[in-house]
């Protein structure tokens, strides 16, 4: 059984900051990645920002140079500093484990989501 929980969203101004953050229920080493991804209203939710153990990252072209995902073990927190925000950026934020369970098998785990809102 794992919990993710995030924390962090919020009401911000366009070209404003905002920080995320996902705490996990166990070590971040028992995950192969962690990822923020988004959903915004009425469209198919897309991967923001993966990080997995060996520190590697990857974003989404509209948020590369703005966005950074980071994480703290020790606390087994992933966050993600958003920079410059957009409106388009508005949506519910989730954070994702990936656990692999063999060398071909696996499962994600979801949290419940936090509200970020840009206005224009």
């Known amino acids: 059984q794992v919990q993710l929980v995030e924390s962090g969203g919020g009401f911000v101004q366009a070209g404003g900051s905002l920080k995320v953050s996902c705490t996990a229920s166990?070590?971040?080493?028992?995950?192969?990645?962690m990822g923020w991804y988004r959903q915004a209203s009425g469209k198919q939710r897309e991967l923001v920002a993966i990080?997995?153990?060996?520190?590697?990252?990857n974003y989404v072209d509209s948020v590369r140079g703005r966005f950074t995902i980071s994480r703290d073990n020790a606390r087994n927190t992933v966050y993600l500093q958003m920079n410059s925000l957009k409106p388009e950026d508005t949506a519910v934020y989730y954070c994702?484990?990936?656990?692999?369970?063999?060398?071909?098998?696996?499962?994600?785990?979801w949290g419940q989501g936090t509200q970020v809102t840009v206005s224009s």
């Open positions: 990080i997995t153990n060996g520190g590697s990252t």
């Open positions: 166990r070590s971040l080493f028992s995950f192969n990645a």
């Open positions: 994702n484990a990936r656990e692999m369970t063999s060398a071909s098998s696996g499962r994600d785990y």
